[in-house]
C-alpha cells in the first residue's frame, strides 16, 4: 500500500466521524455533568485501544490544552500486577471487572475501546459497570460488534480497518477533551 493509500483511507474514515456528532457532543455533555456531580470515568481496552484508555485517562487528570483542575478519570489497562493477578487466578475474559466492582460506584461513566466491538472482557466490563451503577459507553468500529447490545451507547467509527478505528478513537477522545477544556475551569 501507498501512502497516498493510507492517507486517502484516513480522509474518508475522518468525514465520516461527521455523522457521530450529535451522538459524540451527547457524550460531551453526560461527562461534563457526571465529572460535575463528583464521578469519574473509567476508561479500558485491549492493546492499541489499552494504549487509547491510558492516553485519554492522562488528558483528563493531566491537561488537554488548558491549564485547570484535574478531571476524575482511570484507565483501568495501567496495573500489571492486578491485570496479570486476575488473568491468571480467574480469567482475561474479566479482566476488567474486578476493578470495576472496587472502584466504580453508581453515577461514574464506563467507557470501554473496541475496534471489533467484540473483545469478551470489554463486553463483561461494561456490563459490570451498568451493574454497578455506571452509564456505559462503548467506542468501536462500524458493526458495534456485541457492544452495540451492551452498552447504554455506542460510537461507531464508520470503517471495519482497524487501524482507521483506532485513528479516529483518539481523534473523538481528543474533541471530548478539547470540549471538556472549553467547559470546565
Not at 142 to 155: Q, T, V
Request: proline fraction near 2%; include cysteine; charge should be negative.
Amino acid at each position: 500500500m501507498s501512502f497516498k493509500s493510507t492517507v486517502i483511507r484516513h480522509q474518508i474514515m475522518v468525514e465520516g466521524l461527521l455523522s457521530l456528532e450529535q451522538q459524540i457532543n451527547d457524550l460531551v455533555d453526560k461527562v461534563e455533568n457526571t465529572l460535575a456531580d463528583g464521578n469519574k470515568v473509567l476508561f479500558f481496552g485491549n492493546g492499541g485501544s489499552a494504549s487509547d484508555a491510558q492516553h485519554l485517562a492522562a488528558e483528563f487528570v493531566v491537561r488537554y490544552y488548558n491549564q485547570r483542575a484535574p478531571l476524575a478519570a482511570i484507565a483501568l489497562t495501567t496495573d500489571t500486577s492486578i491485570l496479570t493477578a486476575h488473568g491468571n487466578d480467574y480469567s482475561f475474559d474479566t479482566i476488567f471487572d474486578r476493578q470495576i466492582q472496587a472502584l466504580a460506584k453508581p453515577g461514574d461513566i464506563a467507557i470501554g475501546l473496541s475496534t471489533s466491538g467484540n473483545s469478551a472482557n470489554v463486553i463483561n466490563g461494561l456490563i459490570t459497570a451498568k451493574n454497578s451503577g455506571c452509564w456505559t459507553c462503548a467506542f468501536t468500529g462500524k458493526s458495534g460488534g456485541k457492544l452495540l447490545d451492551s452498552a447504554d451507547s455506542c460510537i461507531q467509527v464508520p470503517t471495519d480497518e482497524t487501524a482507521r478505528v483506532q485513528e479516529g478513537h483518539i481523534i473523538i477522545g481528543h474533541w471530548l477533551c478539547e470540549a471538556l477544556d472549553q467547559r470546565v475551569s
